[in-house]
């Protein structure tokens, strides 16, 4: 198992790194608006795109912020 100075980081900020990135979708429809990590193009590229851990934080809030009994549903769709 590697050290945690491996990492180059604390060990509180990797798990927080890794729960971050948890479920992490391209895209999410809250409230009726329309969040995505980038604009999705043909054959599935991507334009436009935000930085990774923006994007991971991002989402997170999004997610945070639901109260704990609210219903969600992912979609995998492919072009």
Same mark, same amino acid.
């Given at each position: 198992?590697?050290?945690?100075?491996?990492?180059?980081?604390?060990?509180?900020?990797?798990?927080?790194?890794?729960?971050?990135?948890?479920?992490?979708? =391209? +895209?999410? !429809?809250? *409230? #009726?608006?329309?969040?995505?990590?980038?604009?999705?193009?043909?054959?599935?590229?991507?334009?436009?795109?935000?930085?990774?851990?923006?994007?991971?934080?991002? =989402? +997170?809030? !999004?997610? *945070? #912020?639901?109260?704990?009994?609210?219903?969600?549903?992912?979609?995998?769709?492919?072009?």
């Amino acid at each position: 198992m590697d050290n945690v100075e491996s990492y180059n980081c604390t060990r509180e900020a990797y798990v927080q790194a890794a729960r971050d990135a948890a479920g992490v979708t =391209f +895209a999410v !429809l809250h *409230d #009726g608006k329309w969040y995505e990590r980038g604009s999705m193009g043909w054959w599935g590229c991507v334009s436009d795109e935000k930085d990774t851990n923006e994007w991971y934080r991002q =989402f +997170a809030e !999004l997610i *945070d #912020g639901l109260p704990d009994d609210t219903p969600l549903t992912v979609v995998d769709c492919h072009i």
